[in-house]
């Protein structure tokens, strides 16, 4: 009996593994005839040409929230999410985003944000090291107060499939703490990369769904070890709205409503944590003295 079962168990696991080799096939295959779609609709969602920096106050008179006793300064350094591909309402380019949607909707509880980014359409975390991080450099010495760094990073990576990833990773924001002036904090937005409408097909979704979680906690565990950076979870859409909503035509990038729904989510998740650590100081000075 035992020899049968076993017999029947290896039988078993080759119709698995012929399955899965044969789903794993099948899903290559729409990868790629999805990426030829998708060349052909990159063009419908075109990038941001407004500014690159910016300041935003609050909209309503009365007094700030005191989370941030300083002026407050975010840089923005990532690829086409930082650029703005995708960011269009009733067919006008939208400036800047998911930059200028952070710091507006932050703005709204510390008073008055500046904002400056640099995003380089198509980059991984080696181009942004090389190519976007000296960009940030002047203004990170120019800043009078507080300076905060904002990547968003892993998309081209995770297309590429770029071996050493974290490793990458980790140095690019060591680089950042050593080599921009002033900066006391990292905020490493996570990205819904296999949310994207375009993706939505089996078996391929089965395929990328594991890798994509996979690949944000490389991003984890790349800043484990670095004191003041942290990761920024990806917010639950609301169940009342159409995915569709969140997208722009190339059903990759996000629309202008995606951009401000995502700026503002990360917004209050970075006004929380600037007050869980202004909390944290106040505490520490008050059992010193």
Known sequence: MAAVALKRCRSLVKVLAGASALGAGFAAKQAMELRSQWHGLRCQASACLGPSEGKEQREQSG??????????????????????????ASGEPVPAALPRNVAAHLAQHLGEVSWASVGITGADVERLSHEGLPRLRGLAEAADGAVFVILVVGVNDLRRLRLGYRL????????????????????????????????QVYPLKLFLTPLCLLWEREKRKAIAWCRGAQVLPFPDPPSDIAAEAFFSKDLMHPSAFGYEWWGKALAEQIKGRLEAARMSERRFFDEAS
Do not use: Y
Not at 65 to 85: E, K, Q
Not at 173 to 185: I, K, M, P, S
């Open 63 to 88: 007094d700030a929230c005191s989370t941030c006793s300083r002026p407050l300064l975010l840089l923005f350094l990532g690829d086409s999410l930082v650029s703005g591909v995708g960011g269009q």
């Open 168 to 199: 990458r990773l980790r140095r690019l924001v060591q680089d950042a703490f050593t080599r921009l002036q002033n900066v006391e904090g990292i905020f490493l937005p996570a990205v819904a990369v296999c949310d994207a409408p375009m993706l």
